[in-house]
């Protein structure tokens, strides 16, 4: 698991929480479940309109990518390359039919099969192209129902807000509850505005930049193939795709320095 988004999260509702505490606020003041329900209810009812069954089921592997940690190891991925290059100066094409059989990533084994079956490099691009759009197309997907939730919610906080408000107006007879009744009404919008940037939205911009990442590694795989079927020097193709690794330093492979 990805133990900065749940950090941040925390980090966020305790600012909040603690700014409200430190200006003498109670924080029984905050827990309002009629405000929570209208807020909360209405956003994932709206979802719910918003998309088809289709894109709804996949909320559940969407969670999984914010949340879960990089599953990709781009300097294990280079090392891959560069051995298969070598395979294939050495033993030719057809050496690489076991590993394109084998090799846990599904890009990888796509480009190895296309490579093995004799497909010329402007097609195999294009095949693998298309994937990585495909890809790409799927993390936005992701991004979309948390985004729509995190447009939807601060709406969701004023309607409470406006609801509770009526509910006051219909009390003016006890003056005396009508402080706490109109603070206790804007709790929604609290509600509302608090879970759309502290929690909506930031879950869409890490999957976002997580299939940013995934995008560029499954660039630098495309790359690298292409270099495979050219049966390039494997020093050759570190260094080609060592200007992909930028954003994985921890990640570089054991030979990238090599000369």
């Known amino acids: 698991m990805d133990i900065t988004i749940i950090i941040g999260i925390i980090a966020g509702f305790a600012a909040l929480i603690g700014g409200f505490l430190w200006e003498g606020g109670q ?62 100066r050495r033993s030719g094409i057809l050496a690489l039919e076991k590993t394109a059989e084998t090799h846990e ?9 296309l490579i093995v079956d004799g497909s010329d490099q402007p097609l195999m691009r294009h095949i693998l192209e298309l994937e990585i759009d495909k890809k790409q197309d799927k993390f936005d997907g992701y991004a979309k129902i ?9 709406t969701m906080g004023i309607i409470g807000t406006v609801m509770g408000l009526i509910r006051v107006l219909g009390s ?29 939205l930031p879950i869409a911009s890490k999957i976002r930049a997580r299939g940013e990442e995934e995008v560029q590694v499954m660039e630098m795989m495309l790359e690298g193939l292409l270099a495979v079927q050219n049966a390039e020097n494997p020093n050759m193709v570190r260094k080609k795709l060592s200007t992909y690794l930028d954003d994985y330093e921890d990640e ?8």
């Open 146 to 154: 948390f985004e729509s939730a995190g447009g939807y919610a601060p």
């Open 27 to 88: 924080a029984g003041g905050l827990l309002q479940g009629a405000a929570a329900l209208i807020v909360f209810g209405g956003t994932a009812a709206a979802v719910v309109i918003s998309f088809p069954w289709k894109r709804l089921r996949t909320l559940p592997e969407a969670l999984k990518v914010a949340f879960g940690s990089r599953g990709l190891n781009a300097g294990e991925l280079v090392e891959d390359l560069a051995s298969l290059s070598s395979t294939a």
């Open 172 to 200: 003016l007879t006890e003056p005396a509850n009508l402080g706490s009744s109109i603070a206790v009404a804007f709790i929604a919008t609290l509600y509302g505005v608090a879970s759309a940037n502290l929690i909506f």
């Open 105 to 113: 990533d599904p890009f990888m084994r796509e480009g190895l099969g």
């Open 252 to 259: 570089r492979p054991v030979g990238a320095d090599r000369r």
